[in-house]
């Protein structure tokens, strides 16, 4: 079946760091693959996507490229800022447009 | 943009009783909206897909009988939660499909659910 796995958290960076979040996913054909952003006590943005391979999704400083040959859409940002701390999660989109989502990435970004 | 509003976004109910809440796309007609439930520190399970003007189709395990969902118009889905108890208290968050936008889902801000 279709699933997403994403690396453990919580993550804990100094602010102007290096931010990698690794994303692995399982799915039958072609799927559409996003990273949403949830703010504390909010709901989901979504913060960049992709829709075939070798795309790379980027926005606000953040990156992934979809690697089908990895089955993986890791997400990058050369710096980090305090306002960068919520919850990232990895997510894919079926051919029934059905979005299943990865377990979630807490990043904390400290001063 | 396409914007998805969700309300009440914060609601508490006693034990037994019945919550409404709505989901509206507020600038494009959705003819598919899904409902998602989220615990704490803990990811989205889908729920249901609503479609506008037919029945809802449930996911494996979601109680339909507990969970009603009525899509009426193409910019308003409802999810009721009948005789609510504690283990229903929950982040319920609705996404709406724009066709128009390569069939991208917009989410709402959520709604937290408090069963006490």
């Known amino acids: 079946g279709n699933s997403v796995t994403q690396m453990e958290g919580p993550v804990t960076l100094s602010e102007e760091a290096f931010l990698t979040i690794n994303c692995t996913y399982t799915?039958?054909?072609?799927?559409?693959l996003f990273w949403y952003v949830q703010y504390p006590g909010e709901g989901l943005q979504l913060l960049l996507k992709?829709?075939?391979?070798?795309d790379k999704g980027s926005n606000k400083g953040f990156e992934a490229t979809y690697r089908k040959e990895t089955t993986s859409f890791h997400l990058e940002k050369g710096s980090v800022q305090v306002s960068d701390s919520a919850v990232y999660f990895c997510?894919?989109?079926?051919?029934?447009?059905?979005?299943?989502f990865g377990p979630g990435t807490s990043l904390s970004v400290i001063p | 943009g396409a914007v998805v509003s969700q309300h009440p976004s914060r609601v508490i109910c006693k034990s037994g009783t019945s919550v409404k809440i709505e989901c509206r796309s507020l600038?494009?007609?959705?003819?598919?909206m899904f409902w998602y439930r989220q615990f704490p520190k803990q990811s989205l399970m889908l729920m249901a897909t609503?479609?506008?003007?037919?029945?809802?189709?449930?996911e494996q395990g979601v109680e339909k009988d507990k969970f009603l969902i009525n899509h009426a118009s193409l910019t308003l889905s409802t999810l009721t939660v009948t005789s609510a108890h504690p283990e229903d208290s929950s982040f319920y968050i609705c996404?709406?499909?724009?066709?128009?936008?390569?069939?991208?889902?917009?989410f709402g801000p959520g709604t937290r659910l408090t069963v006490l």
């Open positions: 996404s709406a499909r724009w066709l128009a936008a390569d069939n991208e889902q917009f």
């Open positions: 799915a039958t054909g072609y799927p559409s």
């Open positions: 992709a829709t075939k391979a070798d």
């Open positions: 997510a894919l989109k079926t051919s029934y447009d059905k979005v299943i």
């Open positions: 600038d494009f007609q959705a003819t598919t």
């Open positions: 609503s479609n506008e003007g037919s029945k809802a189709t449930y």
